[in-house]
């Protein structure tokens, strides 16, 4: 019988564990491993709330974060504890997911230790290096060095091979986000309070999300003035914005929409809620990934809020446009939506591009594959059989 191959899955924020809980859950199950997961607290109170969500209890807690943390000081601690706890625990491959901060540091201390990197959600690529500010860059890193990529989709695994990364080494697996909201039973009632009190019969709600760094500053504040037009034109319209717990979000935000009627600033949601709201609200603006990712499994209609976007997918199939930041492009944009219902339902009925609820299966099974393959080929000299 084979040994267990140890594999590690290392997280830091709330949607990197939402993307790896079901590969966790998977992974748990099969005895063809032995698995740890392993976390570096890059965001504390959002990870803890998120973990509790999936039931995941991590093997390893670096508790990493500081208050109002730079990006430096974070990836210096962060490649400096990682590198240490790999050199002791010797796991034989980590899975990442993504590209944040945790993902580019945790890559690059278990290359510096001789171990495998398999990268989730491989391949995103907007090709401008400052939007997602630090993301494009995080993701870049993490593919030169990964060996395994699990490409969620065919464009990404294109866009890998524009890269130099050899076929065999890509996997097109689907998003894990699809099989983690499928996993969420929606059926109970709203477990926010806030949330509770809305009429959706009555009124139209729109999802609000934006917390990007290239969103701070100006472009949130006019993202802030086109919520108060839309406000002022549509009677009928309620804005519910979960705000990012970050300074450079809170403060501007509760500033320009604080008192502003009818929009509701909330906490982050537990997921559960997140997608309750997903469910029932009329259309989405954001500029987060995960949530795009999301608006077509309930079929709505998503406006994005930045330049670019590394999911031209759903774009593309015509269930989502990027819009920027502009107050005045973002009133238009959204008015046509709220005017015109033949757009509107265009948008709707675009089935989710981002995969079918079985990813994480086909990521565990290609991991199990490769290592067999390795396995083998160490024991043959390097050569594999014919």
Avoid at 170 to 177: D, R, Y
């Amino acid at each position: 019988m084979m040994k267990p191959i140890k594999v590690f899955s290392v997280v830091g924020t709330r949607p990197e564990v939402i993307k790896m809980a079901p590969v966790i859950r998977v992974l748990s199950r099969d005895s063809r491993f032995e698995h740890r997961v392993l976390v570096t607290a890059q965001h504390r109170q959002m990870l803890d709330q998120i973990l509790a969500v999936f039931s995941i209890v991590p093997d390893f807690d670096l508790g990493l974060m500081r208050p109002d943390q730079s990006l430096a000081g974070f990836a210096s601690r962060s490649l400096l504890a990682l590198s240490d706890l790999f050199a002791r625990e010797k796991p034989k491959c980590i899975l990442v997911q993504g590209d944040t901060t945790t993902v580019m540091t945790a890559a690059l201390a278990a290359f510096y230790n001789g171990i495998k990197v398999g990268h989730v959600e491989a391949g995103l690529r907007s090709f401008d290096r400052l939007n997602p500010f630090p993301e494009e860059i995080n993701r870049r890193i993490a593919g030169c060095i990964a060996d395994i990529h699990f490409a969620p989709t065919e464009g990404a695994r294109q866009n890998l091979l524009r890269e130099g990364v050899r076929s065999e080494d890509i996997f097109v697996a689907g998003n894990t986000i699809v099989d983690a909201l499928l996993s969420v039973s929606l059926e109970n009632s709203f477990d926010t309070a806030a949330l509770s009190g809305i009429d959706f019969r009555s009124n139209r709600v729109l999802l609000l999300t934006v917390h990007r760094r290239e969103n701070h500053g100006d472009r949130l504040k006019s993202i802030c003035r086109a919520i108060k037009s839309i406000i002022a034109k549509f009677d009928d319209i309620v804005i519910v914005y979960p705000v990012h717990l970050s300074p450079h979000v809170q403060g501007p935000v509760r500033e320009e929409l604080g008192k502003v009627p009818r929009v509701l600033l909330v906490d982050p949601l537990p997921y559960g809620d997140l997608l309750r709201l997903l469910k029932w609200c009329y259309l989405v603006l954001t500029d987060s990934g995960g949530v795009l990712e999301e608006a077509p499994s309930f079929h709505k209609p998503a406006l994005v809020l930045r330049e670019v976007t590394e999911r031209p997918e759903i774009v593309e199939a015509g269930g989502a446009k990027v819009i920027g930041s502009e107050a005045g492009r973002i009133l238009s944009e959204v008015s046509l939506l709220l005017n015109d219902r033949a757009e509107y339902e265009r948008m709707s009925r675009v089935p989710n591009p981002f995969g079918d609820g079985h990813a994480a299966e086909r990521i565990v099974e290609a991991v199990a594959q490769r290592f067999r393959a390795d396995d083998q080929a160490a024991g043959s000299g390097g050569l594999l059989p014919e």
